[in-house]
């Protein structure tokens, strides 16, 4: 069965980095859509990134120029490079799959993880 399982995230200063990833089993990211989104205490989850099957890449205004969303098909394996992070990133971060792209609405979004901490301070 389809399986996603994120880790990587943790506490970290304002200007630092984190790369989070994301396992993927039961089925190959190369053929799927694979998104990024981030839920804060008290706000909806919202979209970060997303890769298209063929290594196209979308990202929120808010991210666009400090994060990097890549995918090794080898691995079978989503990875999120956050740089310059700034408090307000502060989230749990989850990673989604879907087989085509529907953008960065989470609603559209039908396999998930569990979710990583990411703490910005």
């Known amino acids: 069965h389809v399986q996603l399982v994120e880790s990587g995230g943790g506490s970290v200063q304002a200007g630092g980095s984190l790369r989070l990833s994301c396992a993927a089993s039961?089925?190959?990211?190369?053929?799927?859509?694979m998104g990024w989104f981030r839920q804060a205490p008290g706000k909806e989850r919202e979209g970060v990134a997303y890769?298209?099957?063929?290594?196209?890449?979308l990202y929120a205004d808010s991210v666009r120029g400090r994060f990097t969303i890549s995918k090794d098909n080898a691995k079978n394996t989503l990875y999120l490079q956050m740089n310059s992070l700034k408090p307000e990133d502060t989230a749990m971060y989850y990673c989604?799959?879907?087989?085509?792209?529907?953008?960065?609405?989470?609603?559209?979004?039908?396999?998930w993880g569990q979710g990583t901490q990411v703490t910005v301070s």
């Open positions: 890769i298209e099957s063929g290594g196209s890449t």
């Open positions: 039961g089925f190959t990211v190369s053929t799927y859509c």
């Open positions: 989604a799959a879907r087989v085509i792209c529907p953008g960065l609405r989470p609603e559209f979004y039908n396999a």
